[in-house]
């Protein structure tokens, strides 16, 4: 409907195990046309601001990845290096001499310059203790995103930013994130869009990531449904921190 | 030398992996004369929150454990009912169907009042998971203690904290901690040891949780050794926010 209005679409999403082509496949089998160019991934957002901001100089410029393969899929197609993530050596319980070989930095790889965490359903404290090490002896901290919980199976489940928690805990300061609400995220998307701000409305069913990134984002409208994890209490309430412009009950009443 | 001037002594640690008795055959083999009694880890203190102050009526009193068998043997001591913890059915790879039996509750004991976190080195996505789903239907918070880091191979790892961390980021409140500086820890030693506050000294190596307990506890006094996590710098700063009556560089100089 709105893409017949002559609508230029962007699906902006925080999941980040999945990389912009599995969501065009997602896409194709709910039925909605998209292309992968018009999905913008909180993976593929942080696999371009390290490309393409941070800029490392090779060979350090390697990622340690505490995520799914939708975060190796994205850096690999920026020609990120990495390590970690979907690995199986990284996927096992930690060992005693683990702990000497991290402790001595014979078990880290010299060249790795970021620590990056997103959704990751194997973590473990393996990579927990790796990443941490990383982190003292350096390296940037990023984020995918800080969702702290994810919705599934009609409930909510542990998020990224649970995921990265450990991590966070650890070190004792915040990743940045290149997730919703974070600007960069918005940045990223204006440099490959070149939209105009004013004209763009930000449709999304949670407060503190897609709605808050519309009003941080300066867009002209920001357009709650309420199909997902906020309710109509949350923003209606005096005081609220975070409302939408307008609000449906779900996306179809736009057709209306 | 402390034992010979008829001093009383109380080993109080936050390390949740270990229970008084095995910390008794640590310092057996340091040839460290102690008692099991007089060891008071944050295992034990947790165990014996939850059993006399909590003293929920069964059946609905189980914990579920995020945690290594310290815990355990110390809620079995003081006959708590558990699952979770080093049961190999909660150690491995979450899988799509536990998100359904998680998210419909077929997969959760009806009977867990009670979620307590400590240092997990099994720590996995199944139990932040599960571990949040009791949370989100009611079960009371406890974590054993919320050490960000753990001293380990002369480098430092991610504490029982790190371990909780993905939790509290999930469920978006704390756990109440029943470890160092919490004072719950204080008000059970002295509930088993009736000591005179004015006339006790705390001895630790770390200010945050070691001094602050100490402090917090209106001892009479508080004593750094410098052979830990927290250095000199950190307390000697103008405006440090913990800071010990005393500091020596290792316990050896005690005795001179």
């Keep these: 409907m709105l893409r017949s209005k002559g609508k230029q679409l ?22 909605i046309p998209a292309k992968v160019d018009e999905v913008f991934g909180s993976s593929y957002s942080a696999a371009v601001y390290i490309n393409r901001i941070l800029n490392l100089p090779a060979p350090k410029n390697k990622v340690f990845v505490v995520g799914e393969s939708g975060i190796e899929q994205e850096l690999d197609a920026e020609g990120v290096p990495h390590i970690g ?13 683990d702990f000497n070989s991290l402790a001595d ?3 880290l790889d010299p060249d790795v310059a970021v620590v990056l965490t997103g959704l990751d359903f194997h973590i473990n404290y393996l990579k927990l203790a790796t990443a941490y090490q990383y982190l003292q002896r350096g390296a940037l901290f ?15 489940f542990p998020g990224a930013g649970a995921v990265g928690a450990g991590v966070v805990k650890a070190i004792g300061r915040e990743a940045l994130s290149l997730g919703k609400p974070s600007q960069a995220m ?25 709605i808050q990134f519309g009003i941080d984002g300066k867009l002209g409208g920001t357009l709650a449904v309420l ?24 996306l179809g009443d736009l057709l209306v």
Tied chains: 1, 2.
């Design 10 to 31: 962007v699906f902006v999403t925080n999941n980040s195990t999945k990389s912009r082509a599995d969501y065009k496949k997602k896409f194709d089998k709910l039925g």
């Design 227 to 250: 199909t997902g994890v906020s309710k109509k209490e949350e923003f209606l309430a005096e005081g609220a921190s975070t409302v939408p412009m307008a609000y449906v009950d779900c």
């Design 186 to 210: 918005m940045d990223a998307i204006e440099g490959k869009f070149h939209f105009d701000r004013s004209r763009t409305c930000m449709v999304g069913d949670r407060m503190n990531t897609d």
């Design 85 to 97: 993530g979907t690995d199986p050596s990284f996927r096992r319980d930690i060992e005693p001499e």
């Design 142 to 156: 990023l984020a995918t995103n800080t969702d702290s919980s994810l919705p599934m199976a009609h409930s909510l």
């Design 105 to 107: 930095g014979s078990a």
